[in-house]
């Protein structure tokens, strides 16, 4: 709720991978990561800023990411549901997604990986949306 800008989203997850790796877990294999001009944007369409149980859960994940200990199973983001083929950009990342919640709407993270392995959170979207911005 308080991610009102690129700054505070960075600062959340930033607390939160603080925290994991306090608790424990060893965070030698994290992983560069940026957030895309369009993440925060898709959050807030679909009510993350507004529901604190579904933002924790947003930026939990994205930390669990960048840790490489994923909270759910990161799956290729698919050109369609025809083919196995992965969605590439132009400049060479790979697209991914994640379960965020299995209840209701079921929502979805997507994220690019690229070449230098490097993380871009791009948005938030409904488990049929087929679009990663």
């Not at 983001?77 to 969605?87: A, L, P």
Request: proline share 1%; with cysteine.
């Amino acid at each position: 709720q308080n991610a009102g800008n690129v700054e505070g989203a960075i600062q959340a997850i930033e607390e939160v991978i603080s925290d994991i790796v306090s608790n424990g877990y060893d965070g030698t294999k994290r992983i560069d990561y940026t957030i895309g001009s369009n993440f925060l944007t898709s959050a807030r369409k679909w009510g993350f800023d507004k529901n604190k149980s579904d933002a924790n859960i947003l930026i939990e994940s994205c930390a669990r990411i960048i840790l490489d200990c994923p909270k759910n199973e990161v799956n290729v983001f698919r050109e369609s549901e025809n083919t196995d083929k992965q969605r590439k950009r132009a400049d060479g990342a790979l697209a991914f997604r994640t379960h965020l919640t299995k209840r209701g709407v079921g929502f979805r993270l997507m994220f690019w990986r690229h070449t230098d392995g490097k993380i871009e959170f791009a948005n938030v979207g409904s488990k049929n949306e087929l679009e990663i911005m």
